[in-house]
């Protein structure tokens, strides 16, 4: 049995689950269906088969807080982020123009910039009540997709959206038709296929930041497996800013955040290694199984490894692993109990 990362993340999880920890767990390899299906957990698959979707234009009541305003504003920034993992990296008249249409797409909606446009009145037990809007209420990408056709400037945008709104994505052009309701949740990305792992991986990890801000007295964890796909250089700074933000804060929110990664020299891809060295420096806990030289190289550019630790991460043994807590290195063997192991296999 491998005592590598998969095992130690599914012992970390199975482990939470006991002290009734909600964790939101992104899948892009299908590795935790098992775990899920023995801890009762709820399986979220977007891809061509699935009929799961998320609307990636929903603003949500919880993705600001309750003494914050600027919910539009918020959104207007995420999506920045996941437009450019599709349209490439824009320049600022790109970016400005794309704004633009997303707030026409909002406005054709009767959302502005203005909070209380989020709010519509609902009959309830024959009562008028004021509650926030639904994903119906939001646009979609095909609304998206209609405005850029209405100007040369974006026509080549509109190109590019073609797949998500009536080619081989056209499953992230729906309304958001689930409910997160359990304290384990796996969301299952492999069907998206290398080349598009990357926006199922960010239009769920959106979606889970907003239900971790939610209650700040709940204990929750979000791990983000092959995380280089949304920091390294298959990504943008937008989106990286983005999962810097949630490593950074999520501690006030009674959360902690887990990235998980094979290849180190990924995490460095992007910007000169600016994205994976704020994650490293605000990771209160660093656990490295056996790497290779290439790798321990990396790895010593960014961190404080002694010559004895870079021999010792070199030949570590099966379950075997050198842990950062703070400033203390520790040399530390990942154990399970024959339980754990039937839950985790």
């Known amino acids: 049995m ?64 309750e003494t914050e305003k600027g919910y539009l504003a918020t959104k207007i920034g995420k999506l920045i982020g996941f437009f450019n993992l599709i349209f490439g990296e824009m320049n600022e008249e790109e970016k400005a123009i794309l704004e633009e249409k997303i707030i026409e797409c909002y406005r054709n909606k009767g959302i502005t910039f203005e909070d209380e446009t989020l709010y519509k009145i609902k009959i309830i037990n024959e009562n008028p009540v004021s509650v926030f809007k639904e994903s119906k209420d939001m646009p979609i990408l095909e609304d998206l ?132 060295k704020s994650l490293l420096n605000n990771s209160s806990i660093k656990t490295f199984f056996s790497l290779e030289e290439e790798n321990i190289k990396i790895l010593s550019e960014y961190s404080n490894l002694s010559e004895k630790e870079k021999i010792e991460i070199k030949t570590l043994k099966r379950g075997e692993c050198l842990m950062f807590v703070g400033d203390e290195h520790i040399l530390t063997k990942i154990e399970a109990d024959d339980y754990e192991k039937d839950i985790i296999t």
């Open 145 to 276: 997709y209609n405005i850029l056709g209405n100007s040369e400037k974006t026509k080549t945008f509109k190109v590019k959206l073609i797949p998500f709104v009536k080619g081989s994505l056209k499953f992230l052009n729906n309304y958001t038709n689930i409910e997160i309701n359990n304290k384990l949740i796996i969301a299952d990305i492999y069907e998206l296929g290398e080349e598009n792992i990357k926006y199922g991986m960010y239009i769920f990890t959106e979606l889970f930041w907003d239900k971790i801000k939610n209650d700040r007295k709940i204990k929750k964890a979000i791990y983000l497996d092959e995380i280089w796909r949304l920091i390294g250089v298959t990504s943008n700074k937008h989106v990286a800013k983005f999962i810097y933000q949630i490593f950074k804060t999520i501690r006030k929110y009674g959360g902690s955040a887990v990235a998980i990664t094979q290849d180190i020299s990924d995490l460095f891809s992007l910007e000169n290694g600016t994205y994976g």
């Open 2 to 65: 491998e005592l590598g990362k998969s095992f130690y993340t599914k012992l970390l999880i199975s482990r939470n689950s006991l002290l009734g920890i909600e964790q939101y767990i992104i899948d892009p390899e299908r590795e935790y269906i098992n775990i899920c299906n023995n801890l009762q957990g709820t399986l979220l698959k977007i891809g061509p088969t699935s009929d799961t979707y998320i609307n990636i234009f929903d603003i949500r009541k919880e993705s600001t807080e």
